[in-house]
């Protein structure tokens, strides 16, 4: 379980600077299409190969539709702060969906939470305050990063459902089938926008194949993590996700940071390890 969060916690990382890249070159839309579409083949032909389909049940193809559902919205928001921020305080945001399930687990499951969770969520609330702060204005909050914010949400709650449909359903075929149809969503917008597949040049479509490999490889390895070893195991190590994403953003892509966003960052990057401890 553990080597399976490991190799989850490196494909999510680098997927974030690939698909900063395929976004340099590719509408949105074709990254949502094409990667999913991409990434959950390939798991569809693992299934198959590994001999792990489990007929999908009559209930199981509405957990299957909500999942993809969730992670179109989460992707559409997650993508749009990308492409105008960049990954370091995008990944930030977004990767801090890990204090959703926890006010959740209070709210619905009456769940006590311990004294450094409490301070965690303090911090990573801090630190996205800090973050979304435009520079030079005291109170201007940057609407782009409202869509990380967005993600962050969605995906909290994408991720505090995904226990139900993993045991009636298998790691494979939720992994497989939720990209699949996570890419079909994108369809009703490329046609009405004329967005035009033929005009992918090769060195972008590697891109966003190389986004849809990584991707698919986190999320099956993350679902097969959670299924093989405790949460309180695998979410530390998911937790450094932000924490590889911002170095790849800021050595690599050469990302520009205001004082008050490295502080936000650290400070957010601090309050996701402490939560998963």
């Keep these: 379980g553990i080597l399976f969060a490991l190799a989850s916690l490196l494909s999510f990382s680098f997927s974030e600077l690939a698909t900063k890249l395929a976004l340099n070159h590719n509408s949105k839309w074709k990254v949502i299409l094409l990667g999913q579409l991409c990434g959950g083949g ?23 539709i909500g999942l993809a559902f969730a992670n179109f919205g989460g992707m ?39 004294w450094a969770q409490g301070v965690a969520m303090t911090l ?41 449909p993993l045991l009636l359903m298998g790691a494979f075929v939720v992994a497989s089938v939720t990209k ?26 590697w891109f966003i194949l190389l986004v849809g490999f990584l991707d698919g490889v986190g999320f099956l390895t993350y679902n097969l993590a959670i299924l093989k070893s405790a949460v309180s195991l695998v979410a530390p190590i998911i ?29 957010a990057l601090v309050g996701l390890i402490l939560i998963s401890i």
């Excluded at 590889?244 to 800021?250: A, E």
């Design 42 to 64: 390939i798991i569809l032909i693992l299934t198959f190969l590994l001999d792990e389909w489990i007929t999908i049940p009559s209930n199981g193809w509405w957990w299957l």
């Design 124 to 164: 990573i609330l801090l630190g996205i305050v800090l973050i979304l702060f435009k520079r030079g204005e005291r109170f201007g909050v940057d609407r782009y990063l409202l869509f990380a914010i967005a993600s962050m949400i969605i995906w909290g709650l994408y991720f505090f459902s995904m226990k139900v």
């Design 239 to 267: 937790s450094a996700v932000p924490v590889i994403s911002v170095m790849l953003g800021v050595f690599i892509l050469k990302e520009k940071l205001t004082f008050l966003q490295k502080i936000g960052i650290g400070t």
């Design 76 to 114: 559409f928001a997650y993508y749009k702060a990308m492409e105008t921020k960049g990954v370091a305080l995008t990944s930030s945001i977004a990767n801090s969906w890990a204090i959703i399930p926890i006010v959740l687990g209070i709210i619905v499951y009456e769940e006590r939470i311990s």
């Design 180 to 205: 699949i149809i996570t890419s079909l969503f994108a369809v009703p917008t490329m046609i009405s926008q004329k967005i035009n597949l033929m005009n992918t040049t090769q060195k972008a479509l």
